[in-house]
């Protein structure tokens, strides 16, 4: 019943960059459907890797070291096509062709971008451009970060997804901004029943909106509980004390985790020269 009721499914991973150490040994996560799910951790420790791993930017081994709705998210490309698996993270880019992600920039209006969008239902469209206080009129090459940052997050939401893996998306935006959305997304998993994954280190109003946390400290997976289980909760005022109190734990000078030889991939690697090596590109698995 558990495989069953698992949105994301990690099992066994081993995943590093070429040439580097393992960032990832033998890494195994279960996430369920419906849930808000924050992760959590220190510069460093793998978040964003993890997250590009879910979204299928990364390969790592066979098809079912990494599953999303019961899919592997790097082989099953309809996932993404489909619009059941979304990512929104740091950069402002798009694809082009075999160049992959390039920087976004020109003279765009936000009506011509989020007007663009083919496929859309119309009153999704009109509540996410309300919800995130959009001017259609804004010019993306003269608007602030954080009004850049509405549209781009507009984007990535106008078609109903499943499955949500955000990268410190609400960074720029202001508490109002960030906590609409916030709510805006805790209805998306009770009413269409998605699953969200949310990397920060933003934790204000975040105990009463995730389900469960997530602690990974180089690349290891620490603690994975509901929320309304934490042990650490009955004794702290928030969600903030708890994990401060976590990372100032870590040893600021960890042990490093043994590396089979075997598993890298010489720096001088065919696929550097790849044309997809910025976005669906292979390191090293097993």
């Known amino acids: 019943?558990?495989?069953?009721?698992?949105?994301?499914?990690?099992n066994a991973m081993q995943f590093g960059y070429t040439g580097e150490n393992p960032i990832f040994v033998n890494f195994n996560l279960r996430i369920s459907a419906r849930s808000r799910c924050l992760l959590v951790g220190a510069n460093g420790s793998g978040k964003t890797?993890?997250?590009?791993i879910l979204a299928g930017k990364h390969m790592v081994g066979g098809k079912d070291v990494v599953r999303v709705l019961d899919f592997s998210s790097f082989h099953d490309t309809h996932l993404v096509c489909?619009?059941?698996?979304?990512?929104?993270?740091?950069s402002w880019t798009k694809t082009v062709g075999s160049a992959g992600d390039v920087?976004?920039?020109?003279?765009?209006?936000?009506e011509h971008m989020i007007f663009g969008v083919e496929g859309v239902d119309p009153v999704r469209r009109?509540?996410?451009v309300e919800l995130l206080d959009i001017d259609l009129q804004w010019r993306m090459h003269k608007v602030s970060d954080g009004q850049r940052r509405r549209v781009q997050i507009c984007l990535g939401l106008l078609h109903p997804f499943q499955v949500l893996l955000l990268d410190e998306v609400t960074v720029d935006l202001d508490v109002v901004a960030r906590m609409d959305l916030l709510e805006f997304f805790k209805e998306e998993c009770e009413q269409r029943g998605a699953t969200?994954?949310?990397?920060?280190?933003i934790f204000d109003g975040l105990e009463s909106w995730a389900t469960d946390v997530a602690y990974i400290q180089d690349g290891e997976l620490k603690r994975y509980e509901k929320l309304a289980d934490l042990p650490e909760m009955n004794n702290s005022c928030n969600l903030l004390s708890v994990v401060e109190s976590w990372l100032r734990s870590e040893t600021r000078n960890p042990k490093q985790k043994p590396v089979n030889p075997s598993t890298l991939i010489p720096k001088t690697s065919p696929f550097d020269s790849s044309p997809f090596r910025s976005t669906r590109h292979m390191?090293?698995?097993r």
């Open 1 to 10: 019943m558990e495989a069953e009721s698992s949105s994301i499914k990690v």
């Open 49 to 52: 890797t993890l997250l590009k």
């Open 82 to 90: 489909s619009g059941d698996l979304s990512y929104l993270g740091g």
């Open 103 to 110: 920087p976004l920039q020109g003279d765009f209006s936000a």
């Open 126 to 128: 009109e509540k996410l």
């Open 196 to 201: 969200i994954v949310y990397a920060t280190h």
């Open 283 to 285: 390191a090293y698995y």
